[in-house]
């Protein structure tokens, strides 16, 4: 397993080993003992969410700000630009985020602690992706930050309008957004 910083430090970038022959691949998605000892994470996943979504499918900014979730984010099938911003007010990337294309040929994960808002683009013309939490979903303290929060600036890879729900259309800009002390 290869561990990559991205630029805010406890946002990674995770690459498996990958076996592969005639028949297929192989490769270890999770295991707790390595995550604790190279990752230094001691955290307990309890919950596992899948999604499925067409291409232009905007999913975020989420976060929940009671109970709130780290996330390891992997795509099974596809490609998507998933994004973490950094919504603890005491750090030193407060309003900053990271993105990266997760795609299901490469396999990396994103970890992204608790304390971040958390969203991503289809670019492929579906994706299906898999993601552990360390807390239970607890939608009266799930929040949504808008995805184009003129302050944040993402650089979502666009070609056109993405494809959103109401509460991600209903989103908060960070200023005016509860965020992590």
């Not at 109970?67 to 919504?87: I, M, N, S, T, Y």
Request: glycine share 4%; with cysteine.
């Amino acid at each position: 397993m290869k561990i990559i910083q991205t630029e805010i430090p406890d946002v990674l970038l995770i690459s498996p080993r990958v076996f592969e022959d005639e028949r297929g691949f192989f490769y270890e998605s999770y295991n707790e003992r390595v995550w604790r000892e190279k990752i230094n994470v001691v955290e307990h996943f309890v919950q596992d969410n899948s999604s499925y979504s067409a291409k232009n499918v905007l999913r975020g900014l989420h976060y929940q700000i009671k109970q709130p979730q780290g996330k390891l984010v992997r795509v099974l099938v596809g490609e998507v630009f998933d994004v973490a911003v950094d919504l603890r007010s005491s750090s030193k990337y407060f309003g900053r985020w990271v993105g990266v294309h997760l795609k299901a040929k490469n396999k990396q994960q994103l970890w992204i602690p608790a304390g971040f808002a958390h969203g991503f683009l289809v670019v492929s013309e579906y994706a299906e992706t898999l993601y552990k939490t360390t807390d239970y979903y607890a939608p009266e303290y799930e929040r949504s930050i808008l995805w184009n929060d003129p302050d944040l600036a993402i650089a979502w890879p666009l070609k056109q309008e993405p494809i959103l729900c109401a509460k991600d259309r209903a989103g908060k800009r960070l200023k005016e957004a509860e965020v992590f002390a």
